[in-house]
């Protein structure tokens, strides 16, 4: 596929249980991001990812949130011991390089929900 | 650490009308700009972007934006919406030599009724 794509599309699940997003990147793309969104808020950046470089996981909310990247390709977010309040859709995005003048490209995100 | 705000959360349109969505960022260095936008049911997906050069850019779909530097705005306008702009647009910077990390507004919700 040419787009960045994520699964699942949806999620639903229970407090207290683990759960992990996948995104693919469009190929060739060095930089990854991940983003969570709340209903009716902005984008919150949680973590970001640029080749073989360390990440950056400023944006990450606590310890229960963790990703993975391998090499330029796959990535993983994960959630431990999830809680109400990490209902949200998480979207991942990937550009080009690690320029700040390039455009993100989205995928269609992985909808949360936590009971 | 910049902050982008939007002030139009929701905007309700009827169809032929004029758009203007408001961008405001604090950051006193060089920024890149950009608009996105999500229809309903889509990815997020670019709009325009400014980063250097004419400060009047253009986009897909007849949308324009404008970089004011000395009010620190870029704002999003169309002479003319129609019923397939509704969408929920959202303002973001990265600001040159700085952090790769784009800060986003909250977004606005258009609606335009036909």
């Known amino acids: 596929g040419a787009g960045v794509s994520q699964s699942p599309s949806n999620k639903v699940t229970e407090k207290g249980k683990d759960v992990e997003l996948r995104c693919d990147p469009i190929s060739g793309h060095t930089a990854l991001y991940w983003y969570r969104q709340r209903l009716g808020q902005g984008l919150e950046f949680l973590i970001y990812f640029q080749g073989n470089s360390a990440p950056d996981k400023s944006g990450l909310p606590s310890d229960r949130f963790s990703a993975e990247r391998t090499g330029e390709s796959v990535s993983t977010l994960t959630i431990q011991r999830t809680q109400q309040e990490d209902s949200a859709v998480y979207l991942c995005?990937?550009?080009?390089?690690?320029?700040?003048?390039?455009?993100?490209?989205f995928g269609p995100g992985t909808r949360l929900t936590v009971l | 650490a910049q902050s982008v705000s939007q002030h139009n959360h929701h905007v309700i349109l009827s169809e032929a009308a004029s758009l203007e969505l408001g961008c405001n960022y604090s950051?006193?260095?060089?920024?890149?700009l950009f608009w996105y936008v999500q229809y309903p049911g889509q990815h997020l997906q670019l709009l325009l972007k400014?980063?250097?050069?004419?400060?009047l850019v253009k986009g897909i779909k007849g949308f324009e934006a404008e970089f004011i530097k000395s009010k620190f705005s870029f704002n999003l306008r169309k002479p003319s919406v129609q019923w397939s702009d509704t969408a929920e647009y959202f303002c973001?910077?990265?600001?040159?030599?700085?952090?790769?990390?784009?800060?986003f507004g909250r977004g606005t919700s258009l609606i335009v009724h036909p």
């Open positions: 973001a910077v990265t600001t040159s030599g700085g952090s790769y990390i784009p800060t």
């Open positions: 400014y980063f250097s050069g004419d400060p």
């Open positions: 995005a990937s550009t080009l390089s690690g320029r700040t003048y390039n455009e993100q490209f």
């Open positions: 950051y006193g260095g060089t920024v890149n």
